[in-house]
């Protein structure tokens, strides 16, 4: 067969199988790509916490131990900030930078365009709460007025975690990464936890229940 100088281009059957070779590769490496990028960004977003979470220790040793709430009053503070100081604050000179503050990529959940975001995570502080029921059951972040000596399962109890603090309030975002959320716990290790685990709750065998990973003083 001689080969006709007047043929430049593809046929359409020619084309059509270009197209649906790269429509295969296309359906097969995308999922694996965003995978991996997801993959970065949890990794990313665990280091940032516990840059965080080691601010937080430091910032503890240098204050008795004392455990801050998640805003406080502050005078000198810019009016468009209500005159309240927030817990990046605290941390700000240990931390060095602010870059830990913003997640990796923040695609999930996003705050009201009206707040001020002060931090693309949350920092819990607040309790007590929860009737200590099976269906209520008791829960205490680790904010005042406990201390870090008051807390006798630090590699239980988590502190920081996936989310935003505005200058309005805080918001969780436990499905963040994969269906589930990074967190930063008291004795300096960061991990992934799932709505599961956030629902796990312990007992003393005698009706009394309370939320594993968020009762600081039990």
């Known amino acids: ?48 916490l516990r840059q965080m979470g080691t601010a937080q220790l430091l910032y503890l040793q240098d204050w008795d131990e004392q455990f801050p709430y998640w805003h406080s009053p502050w005078p000198a503070r810019r009016e468009d900030l209500d005159h309240l100081r927030y817990w990046p604050d605290y941390f700000g000179a240990y931390l060095g930078n602010r870059t830990p503050l913003r997640h990796p990529s923040f695609l999930a959940t996003r705050p009201p365009a009206a707040n001020i975001t002060v931090a693309e995570y949350v920092l819990g502080t607040w309790g007590p709460g929860g009737q200590g029921t099976r269906e209520d059951p008791y829960w205490r972040w680790a904010g005042p007025p406990l201390c870090l000596s008051a807390v006798p399962r630090p590699a239980e109890t988590f502190t920081l975690m996936d989310g935003y603090t505005t200058t309005v309030g805080v918001r969780f975002d436990p499905t963040r990464h994969r ?15 799932t709505p599961g685990n956030l629902a796990e709750r312990e007992t003393d065998g005698h009706g009394f229940y309370w939320l594993r990973y968020v009762a600081a003083d039990l």
């Open 179 to 193: 269906g589930g959320m990074n967190s930063f716990f008291l004795d300096g290790h960061a991990r992934w936890l």
């Open 1 to 48: 067969m001689q080969h006709d100088p007047r043929r430049t281009g593809f046929t359409l059957l020619e084309l059509l199988v270009v197209i649906a070779v790269i429509a295969v590769l296309a359906a097969l490496l995308f999922p694996v790509l965003a995978q991996a990028r997801d993959s970065a960004c949890r990794a990313a977003c665990l280091s940032h």
